[in-house]
């Protein structure tokens, strides 16, 4: 099985469009304003409105108000909504969407304990845990933290990049792979071409 790939961080509908003609199942629009790759909803809504049809729009929230996610909602077609702070199960739940739940992953973390919690997840992303920086690092985590049996789902993320992903989908097999730092010429700005090679050594990874 070829894991689904989650573009993340695009901030232009044109760009967003070749990422999709590139193969990607999945782009991701970051709300969250200290972010160098954070949209408004109205880059937003006409990024959503260039991708062509079953590639999936996934919101990135922070711990943010509710008001903003429900403005958000009102204006953005969005598919599917990624919790990536501290959100209780309630607050991923109250907005009545698909979501997945972020969770930044270090060596005492217990994954099954969050599967559980957010049962209702549609899946669940784990991250690198970087001090202070909430994601989007470009930062790796040993792969061996995570746990066989989970029964959410599983996206990988953290410092995944074109040269390093062949070995993660082999080693972990997730069932999607989510980049945004490894497919960029600098921070914020995202690279076809690194684009083109990350969906491509996926692709080349196979998995039985
Ligand atoms: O992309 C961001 O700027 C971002 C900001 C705040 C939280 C998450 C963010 N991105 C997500 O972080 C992971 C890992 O990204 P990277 O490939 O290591 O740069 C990924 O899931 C992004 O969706």
Known sequence: MTPRIKICG?????????????????????FYPPSPRNVDAVVA???????????????LFVDADPALVRAVLDQVPLDLLQFHGDEAPDYCRAFGRPYMKAVRVKHDV??????????????????????GVPGGTGAAFDWRLLPPGLPLPLVLSGGLDPDNVA???????????????????????KDLARIAAFIQAVRAASIE
């Open 10 to 30: 695009l901030r232009d509908a044109k760009t967003a469009a070749a990422a999709a003609r590139l193969g990607a199942d999945a782009i991701g629009l970051v």
């Open 45 to 59: 809504r006409a990024i959503c409105g260039a991708l062509p049809p079953f590639v999936t729009s996934v919101g």
């Open 110 to 131: 217990n994954l099954l304990e969050y599967a559980a919690r957010y049962a209702d997840a549609r899946g669940l992303l784990v991250d690198a845990f970087v001090d």
């Open 167 to 189: 070995a993660a989908v082999a080693q972990v097999r997730p069932w999607a792979v989510d980049v945004s730092s490894g497919v960029e010429a600098r921070r914020g700005v």
